[in-house]
């Protein structure tokens, strides 16, 4: 039996069609990654997966347990990280805790082991109110909340979105070992980079599921043979590879422009090219493309 | 260097016994785009407060476009433009009259206000949603036109704090072509961003750590002295060096 399962799921808020039948899904013990820009429809998801919103039409179970019927009985067995801060914040770090624990009858002596290598992190903090918290803290506090009555299966809604990329990747690693621990995860986020890090990722787009697979075989679906095109003069550099026959498109990637290009594409001739066009420090290089490169093939720019 | 747009010189601030910001001292160039880098809690959005004229450093020296910033802060204000993912424009307002209240608050004619919204909405290619509800706009639509909205009253230098979180990645990059059309047109750009890649758009970049500027040149300088493959790398050595938890 799967962790999560959805069938045609759909949601509209008026006119807005923020989910559009969506299907998919969560193998247990897996880390399932949902990828996709605001407004994609990742938190609609996320509230209907945990009971607290009803779909248009669809079914959806978690844990084997229907999302309508079962309701009582799915809050007992998962965890959920909203992407909003929402514990208490006239409560302390340690009275939050004890709260979480209590309304699920246990305590957070018998769980501990759970969240330890997260809570001891926020330990020294145990007096503070919740609200006066740093973003990270908050963070961690909230993970923990989630995890203090051992649920089954977490859901987390983009919880690094505005964290530093040093602060991201403690989180990832701290995912990892809650999955050793058999917790299925199911995580939304808008960075690209961390797709990598889950076992399957699903690919949604304004309400629509554009892909579904692991990272690495979804990366092997990039048709292009992409480049990447680098010189003295980044932005001119742009126009000019964009002004270029034989470029189908080209978009910035940091150090790098990468490039995809037509069949009859030849390195040197472009080399030649540029240089005309007074750039220096040419460097041309063949890619393996990344996830981000995907998403933005398959993916259209925002339309009205 | 061209001209200093942004000047400190041991610049700091404290909150009691909690020095936020430690003795930092840089200098930025007109038309430069500079990337303000640092994990949460190292100190970015307190300095870039007092860079705005929003804050009191506790000592240290400073001008920002020419103005000092202890006693030229209201001058300061309204040479600079600004804009966060938090706050940018005003969601029940239309697109013309998001551009004729910021136009208006920095004290522009209404012959200059009308020109430059005819100028930005053919730019951007919204002249069919002049009437549009800010709202009704796609979340990357909304932070182009922020923008344009933060850089409308043509100020020396604008302060952009994390402008892309969450926004998709061809909308990410679309806004980046905005930002270095206008440090063409010499407004110095001032940027925070969790996003690494992006830290490689910009011309310098500074890593703050625990208060202090720990590392300060352009990406391909700072790659090769931390040896490291990409701007990621010279992110995480920094940044796993901080002692302070607290932010």
Redesign the interface.
């Known amino acids: 039996m799967p962790a999560v399962q959805l069938r045609n799921i759909s949601k509209s808020y008026g006119n807005l069609r923020a989910l559009d039948s969506i299907s998919f899904d969560v193998r247990r013990g897996e880390i399932f990654g949902l990828i ?4 994609a429809g990742k938190t609609t998801l996320f509230r209907i997966l945990t009971t607290l919103l009803l779909a248009d039409n669809g079914e959806a179970a978690v844990d084997g347990l229907d999302v309508v019927k079962d309701y009582r009985a799915i809050r007992n067995r998962i965890g959920y990280m909203p992407g909003k801060f929402s514990l208490y914040p006239d409560l302390t770090v340690e009275e939050n805790l004890k709260f979480f624990a209590t309304v699920f009858h246990t305590t957070v002596e018998a769980n501990y082991d759970l969240v330890r290598e997260i809570y001891q ?1 926020i330990e ?1 903090f145990r007096k503070r109110r919740a609200g006066k918290l ?4 908050k963070q961690k506090l909230a993970l923990s909340c989630a995890l203090i009555h051992k649920p089954s299966i977490l859901f987390l809604d ?1 919880p690094t ?9 403690e989180f990832w690693g701290i995912l990892r070992h809650l999955k050793e621990q058999g917790i299925t995860i199911l995580v939304s986020t ?3 980079d961390e797709a990598t890090r889950c076992d399957r990722i699903a690919l949604i ?1 304004e309400g629509k599921l554009l892909q579904i697979d692991t990272p690495r075989r979804m990366t092997e679906q990039f048709t292009e043979s992409l480049w990447g095109v680098r010189s003295n003069r ?2 001119p550099l ?1 126009t000019d590879l964009r002004a270029y026959p034989e470029v189908k498109t080209c ?5 790098f422009h990468h490039i995809t290009v037509k069949a009859d594409f030849a390195e040197e001739k472009l080399e030649r090219y540029l240089q005309e066009r007074g750039h220096r420090e040419i460097m041309l290089r063949t890619l393996v493309p990344t996830i ?1 490169d995907y ?2 093939q398959i ?6 | 260097m061209r001209e200093a747009v942004i000047y400190t010189e041991k610049l700091t601030k404290r909150f009691g016994d909690f020095t936020a910001v430690d003795h930092i001292s840089f200098e930025v160039g007109a038309g430069e785009i500079f990337g303000f880098l640092g994990a949460n809690g190292a100190g970015k959005t307190t300095a870039m407060r007092i860079l705005c004229g929003l804050s009191r450093p506790t000592s240290g020296k400073g001008t920002v476009a020419g103005f000092d910033i202890y006693r030229q802060s209201e001058e300061i204000k309204k040479h600079i433009g600004y804009m966060s993912q938090k706050f940018s424009l005003y969601e029940d307002l239309k697109v013309w009259e998001n551009m004729r209240l910021f136009g208006g608050i920095y004290g522009m004619s209404s012959r200059q206000i009308g020109e430059k919204t005819e100028t930005i909405l053919k730019e951007l290619g919204f002249a069919d949603e002049r009437n549009t509800m800010v709202r009704k706009l796609p979340l990357g639509w909304k932070q182009k036109l922020a923008f344009s909205v933060s850089i409308f009253h043509e100020p020396k230098i604008v302060f952009l704090d994390e402008p892309t979180g969450g926004v998709d990645p061809v909308t990410r990059r679309q806004f980046w072509e905005l930002i270095y059309q206008a440090a063409n047109r010499g407004i110095t750009v001032f940027v925070t961003t969790h996003y690494m890649d992006e830290a490689e758009y910009c011309g310098r970049i500074s890593i703050m750590v625990d208060g202090r500027i720990e590392a300060l040149d352009s990406p391909a300088a700072l790659r090769q002295q931390f040896r490291a493959a990409n701007m990621e790398d010279v992110f995480q050595q920094l940044a796993r060096k901080a002692v302070r938890k607290v932010d």
């Open positions: 996709g820009p605001d407004g992190q020294p740093s973003g990270g803290m983009e979105t505005g964290v530093d990329p040093v602060s991201r990747k808008p960075y690209m787009r980044m932005y742009l978009f910035t990637f940091g150090e981000e998403y933005m993916a259209q720019t925002d339309t009205l």
